[in-house]
């Protein structure tokens, strides 16, 4: 996906029971795999006066919302339908593991509708993105 912030929106829905901890780390996580899979996402590096480098950020706010677990299921199956609409899932079973490679395993091991969402990054137009995520509380 290419993303414009003139017509996209994302927002980042993380499982309202999640502890502090694990809702940290599911936002960071997306975070980390929207820069790495979406194109035009993140702006180029700056520089301050006396020439100290600053990593390009994203181009657009990313809001942290909070859900409950059926809703972050129902986004990811509207990503899943919607071509116009990117999304990165984020599960239960990824948290629990050590290593990417136990992740490896366990992922390939078990069917996707039984793999417990506990986070979903969508990226969208802003109409579809507002419709699905605008009534949710923000992350504090």
Aim: proline content about 4%; glycine content about 6%; aromatic content about 6%.
């Amino acid at each position: 996906m290419k993303y414009d912030s003139e017509i996209h929106k994302c927002a980042i829905v993380i499982d309202k029971d999640l502890s502090r901890g694990l809702a940290i780390n599911a936002a960071s996580v997306i975070g980390i795999s929207f820069g790495r899979t979406v194109t035009n996402l993140v702006g180029p590096d700056m520089q301050s006066m006396d020439n100290v480098n600053y990593p390009g950020v994203i181009y657009s706010p990313l809001p942290i919302l909070l859900a409950n677990n059926e809703h972050i299921q129902k986004l990811s199956e509207i990503a899943e339908k919607d071509e116009d609409v990117y999304s990165v899932p984020f599960s239960a079973l990824a948290q629990s593991c050590k290593t990417y490679d136990e992740y490896g395993e366990k992922i390939s091991s078990v069917n996707s509708e039984h793999i417990e969402l506990v986070a979903v990054g969508i990226i969208g137009p802003k109409k579809t993105v507002n419709k699905h995520t605008g009534n949710l509380a923000l992350f504090k």
